[in-house]
Nanobody, 123 residues
Framework: QVQLVESGGGLVQSGGSLRLSCAAS????????MGWFRQAPGKERERVAA???????????PTVKGRFTISTISRDGAKNTVYLQMNSLKPEDTAVYYC?????????????WGQGTQVTVSS
């Protein structure tokens, strides 16, 4: 079982920055790939960025590459946090952002989809 709590969203002007946090817990979480996803109104949920816990393997969607950075902190296997630093934000980045844990390509996820955190970018 994987528990996830996202935070850090908000309203920002175009070109601004935000950092999202995801507190991840559970006995198996450190063995999974972690990812950030987003869903804009009327659109399907999409994978934005992913990483293993060591940070040696990362993935970014083409639309965010060079602007977003995913990173992790893991302390004693108990307190695990995944961050998404978002720079040069654009109005099209407006969405509800979620984190989850899953297989290497995140085609299968192991946590429940929570409420996520809203990111709104004004033009």
């Amino acid at each position: 079982q994987v528990q996830l709590v996202e935070s850090g969203g908000g309203l920002v002007q175009s070109g601004g920055s935000l950092r999202l946090s995801c507190a991840a817990s559970g006995p198996t979480v450190s063995r999974h790939t972690m990812g950030w996803f987003r869903q804009a109104p009327g659109k399907e949920r999409e994978r934005v960025a992913a990483t293993n816990w060591s940070g040696t393997t990362t993935y970014y969607a083409p639309t965010v590459k060079g602007r977003f950075t995913i990173s992790t902190i893991s302390r004693d296997g108990a307190k695990n946090t995944v961050y998404l630093q978002m720079n040069s934000l654009k109005p099209e980045d407006t969405a509800v952002y979620y984190c989850n844990a899953g297989n290497s390509r995140l085609t299968v996820v192991f946590g429940s989809w929570g409420q996520g955190t809203q990111v709104t970018v004004s033009s």
